[in-house]
């Protein structure tokens, strides 16, 4: 016979692996801490499950009106992307020599902040060992992102990226920033608001590829800054969501953010154009 104490027991002990089970996903990767619980929302792009606490939202964020000049945008090329010799641009080097490369492009920007600096090489691979018998460094790549009083800007613009060679050579260079004004403050939706405009795919800029669960690590306010062939009267607020999908790529989701706003680009291609209504109903193309 067994007890009400003997229910207990073995209560406890499929509590206890269950929490070792969930323990043991955690530490493995398999599922991250705060995701273990937590619900999922179901959109036309995947599943998303937000795997963060919800920031609080802020009163109101400066708007900031786009003013197009000469230097916002510029795109060189050499002709190769691998240097001619040994001696290629150290990493340490590297965010000085691009500024010196920036010169004739206008200049680092004042709200640029340094993203990531990498060396890129070529290997020789033997196919019998199955080993890589050489490898020789061929470029620098360095690349900025932009960052207005704290906020990020993310979506098709607000970057450069420069590829250096020899001795601080520039090999390629993409860049897309836009000149800014100050326009005045609005309102700003709370982050649940947005995850019911994710809900209907009112978002801006592309989906991925695939239609695969994002978990989201992150959820902040940040800019939307198009692309060099797109026209934008001013930088969108949005919420951005960012994390990891199914597919093991980063990703991340804009949500338009301000009070009101219905500002949205189609999120099935890189190609289609931005469509602004005045109405709470979104017209996606």
């Known amino acids: 016979m067994t007890t009400a104490s003997t229910y207990r027991i ?3 002990a499929a509590t206890g692996v269950i929490i070792l089970a969930a323990i043991f996903l955690q530490q493995t990767g398999i599922v991250k801490p705060s995701c273990i619980g937590a619900n999922s929302i179901t ?52 965010p000085l020599a691009s500024d010196n490369a920036l010169l004739s492009y206008g200049g680092l920007p004042a709200d640029a902040q340094l993203s990531s600096v990498e060396t890129q090489y070529i290997e020789t691979y033997n ?12 470029s620098t790549t360095v690349q900025f992102y932009r960052n207005i009083s704290g906020i990020p800007v993310g979506g098709e613009g607000g970057f450069i990226r420069i590829e250096l060679g020899e001795n601080g050579e520039l090999l390629y260079l993409n860049k897309v920033w836009h000149t800014i004004e100050p326009a005045g403050t609005a309102q700003v939706i ?45 930088l969108e607020p949005v919420w951005v969501f960012a ?14 953010a301000r009070e ?26």
């Open 43 to 94: 959109t036309q792009y995947g599943d998303i499950t937000i795997c963060t606490t919800i920031p609080p939202t802020p009163d109101n964020v400066m708007l900031y009106w786009v003013v197009p000049q000469e230097n916002d945008t510029a795109f060189y090329f050499s002709g190769t992307f691998f240097a001619s010799g040994p001696n290629v641009t150290s990493e340490a080097e590297a």
């Open 10 to 12: 073995l209560l406890a």
């Open 243 to 256: 994390g990891t999908l199914s597919s093991g790529d980063r990703w991340e989701y804009y949500v338009p």
């Open 190 to 234: 709370p982050v649940s608001i947005a995850i019911e405009k994710i809900e209907r795919g009112e978002l801006l800029g592309h989906r991925p590829k695939c239609n695969c669960e994002l978990n989201v690590d992150k959820i902040q306010l940040g800019y939307y800054e198009r692309e060099k062939y797109e026209s934008q009267e001013f």
């Open 127 to 138: 196919t019998k060992t199955h080993q890589v018998t050489d490898r020789e460094p061929v």
């Open 260 to 285: 009101g706003s219905s500002l949205i680009t189609s999120a099935s291609s890189s190609t289609d154009e931005a469509v602004t209504v005045e109405q709470t109903v979104p017209v996606i193309k």
